[in-house]
């Protein structure tokens, strides 16, 4: 499990900055959070987290072909990371804080955001999907909206990003 971050630690009088975090995979909501996101804490002096969770693979028994896959899928997590960054620092102005980790997507989420307590807020779109939501979102305002510390925001999925400016 590793962590990489951009973020300096602010100043002991500084007023708190609220920072927003956006949870990176592959479905086409994540344009819709992370812009959300980025609005937000533009417009609120904020800034805003990007998390990747590497799920663990099937393969657990086959060690060098594991350590490969797992090597290719940490390129990708830096790749998209780094795309997502220049994004982030168009829209905001500032570089995020970059986290990539390697477990469960939800126990990690929740690790992360225990473990930074400078994370305010949690900001998921909805898939639009006729499965639902998604699993984090199920999972969060479910059974495990009593793990989480800090207030969830969920975006819906189906939002123009041109509609995105005026609500935030």
Known sequence: MTDTTASPDPAPDAKPVRIFLVVVDDSPELKVALRYACLRARKSGGKVALLYVIEPGEMQHWGAVETLMREEQRNEAEQKLQKLAREVNQLTGALPALYVREGNR???????????????ILVLAAGTDPEGPGPLITYYT???????RIPLTIVPGGLKIE?????T
Request: net charge negative; hydrophobic share 35%.
């Open 142 to 148: 479910g059974r495990g909206l009593t793990r989480l």
């Open 106 to 120: 939800r126990d990690e989420v929740l690790a992360l955001i225990d473990e930074e307590p400078s994370i305010s």
């Open 163 to 167: 509609d995105l400016d005026p609500i």
